[in-house]
């Protein structure tokens, strides 16, 4: 499984160079969030949709909450995802259309203004990709979701069970990662210093680093962000691999 990649292509080829040879007894999943913040989108999607052919093995491509959200964008507009820098959709954009590196804290363009908020830089191919996108994956190792499971009336649901599916790409609750108990959930998006380091069994003296309780395995080890990275966990093994 790979985390969040967050628009960063050199993490990831830095990555996948450290793995061991892949091939068709192998699935590689990724947790998604693709797009955003990092340079090169474009580049990590168009490197992703391919990677089955390149790599020889299974390749599960998750949504993630940020293709999650360019859809809504595309679909009806979400100035309030695309605006706040921090969001990254700016260096999404240019990655699309040329442009130049996003600086920190950088806005749009006057010219840029209506592309950003309407996602029409997008190529029609690429929408249709992120709509097709699952919400979730398991085998016989363990359960994938961006994010995380719900709660309901004492019970974390399993994703069949979830409405809307969208909750399983958005939601970032504490008691999941305390609480949950039940066959393994691997998940990004809430990077993991974040969680509580006491419950961590595997790094607790790294907090930036992958964070694995009880039932939970987190990988979101802030790709995209400085001083952030990206992470690949090997199951059943619990075999850690990273771009730094």
Known sequence: MIGDIH???DQLRALVAKLPLLD????????????????QSEEVVRVVRRFDRDLGC?????????????????ERGWVE?????????????????????VT????????????LHSGTFFPPEIVAWMKELPFWYEDEHAIYVHAGLLRRDGEFLHPKDTDPMAALIWTRSDEFFREYRGKRVVVGHTKTDYLPPELDMLT?????????GECVVAIDTGCGR??????CVELPSLTVYESR
């Open 7 to 9: 628009g960063e292509l």
């Open 24 to 39: 068709a007894e192998d699935t590689l999943v990724f947790l998604g969030d693709y797009l955003d913040r990092g340079p």
């Open 58 to 74: 299974k390749v599960i491509l998750l949504r993630g909450n940020h293709e999650d959200a360019w859809l809504r964008v595309v």
């Open 81 to 101: 995802f695309v605006f706040p820098p921090g969001n990254g959709c700016l260096a999404t954009m240019r990655s699309y259309t040329d442009g130049p590196r």
């Open 104 to 115: 920190e804290d950088e806005m749009p363009r006057e010219d840029e203004v209506v592309a």
């Open 204 to 212: 607790p003296h790294d907090p930036a680093d992958i964070w694995a």
């Open 226 to 231: 400085e001083g952030g990275f990206l992470t």
